[in-house]
């Protein structure tokens, strides 16, 4: 078969026929058969990168301790999010902004891939935001709506080391 030139792709049309069955939430034969000559089609459109290679071969792999870091992942969203709204609902309250800069351990391989996965779930949680990431010295910039009157470490131990553990071990 010509689509599927190198065996790590097989991950990327398998994920992407995941995906298709879950967001059609069709099971019939029809359906099923669409959405593996869609995941083909795009196997064949998507310019690959190891980026997308290997983080989808690690979701099919692992795909049980992505769900649940994906539930726990979601929980800290919703959290944010409640407390997000709580600031909006409540002009007059104070709340106390900062920028802080923190350092990451993401183990020895893959640091780059990894450090942009932490970043983005970092300012996917509602009211903080990774403003500047250094990957020489393992350092990232969060800035944090609220520091709920607590000091930079007890913020770093709040936020990053809950997260960077998943990355790590997710992508290990």
Same mark, same amino acid.
């Given at each position: 078969?010509?689509?599927i030139k190198?065996?790590?792709k097989?991950y990327?049309?398998?994920?992407?026929?995941?995906?298709?069955?879950?967001?059609?939430? *069709?099971?019939?034969?029809?359906?099923? $058969? =669409?959405?593996?000559? @869609?995941s /083909?089609?795009?196997?064949? +459109?998507?310019?690959?990168?190891?980026?997308?290679?290997?983080?989808?071969?690690?979701?099919?792999?692992?795909?049980?301790?992505f769900?649940?870091?994906?539930v726990?992942?979601?929980?800290?969203?919703?959290?944010?999010?409640?407390?997000?709204?709580?600031f909006?609902?409540?002009?007059?309250?104070?709340?106390?902004?900062?920028?802080?800069?923190?350092?990451?351990?993401?183990?020895?391989? *893959?640091?780059?891939?990894?450090?942009? $996965? =932490?970043?983005?779930? @970092?300012t /996917?949680?509602?009211?903080? +935001?990774?403003?500047?990431?250094?990957?020489?010295?393992?350092?990232?910039?969060?800035h944090?709506?609220?520091?709920?009157?607590?000091?930079?470490?007890?913020?770093?131990?709040?936020?990053?080391?809950?997260?960077?553990?998943?990355?790590?071990?997710?992508?290990a």
């Amino acid at each position: 078969m010509k689509i599927i030139k190198n065996k790590k792709k097989i991950y990327i049309i398998l994920l992407l026929y995941i995906v298709w069955i879950v967001i059609s939430s *069709n099971l019939s034969l029809p359906s099923l $058969i =669409l959405g593996l000559f @869609i995941s /083909l089609s795009v196997n064949l +459109v998507i310019s690959y990168s190891s980026f997308t290679i290997k983080v989808a071969e690690k979701f099919i792999r692992n795909f049980f301790l992505f769900a649940y870091y994906g539930v726990i992942i979601a929980i800290q969203v919703f959290i944010a999010s409640y407390k997000v709204a709580w600031f909006v609902l409540n002009p007059y309250k104070k709340f106390n902004p900062a920028i802080i800069k923190t350092d990451i351990d993401l183990g020895e391989k *893959n640091n780059i891939m990894k450090l942009t $996965i =932490l970043a983005n779930i @970092i300012t /996917l949680t509602p009211g903080t +935001v990774a403003v500047s990431a250094n990957i020489n010295n393992n350092q990232l910039y969060i800035h944090w709506i609220d520091m709920e009157g607590g000091t930079e470490e007890e913020m770093k131990e709040k936020m990053v080391s809950n997260f960077d553990e998943i990355v790590r071990r997710l992508f290990a």
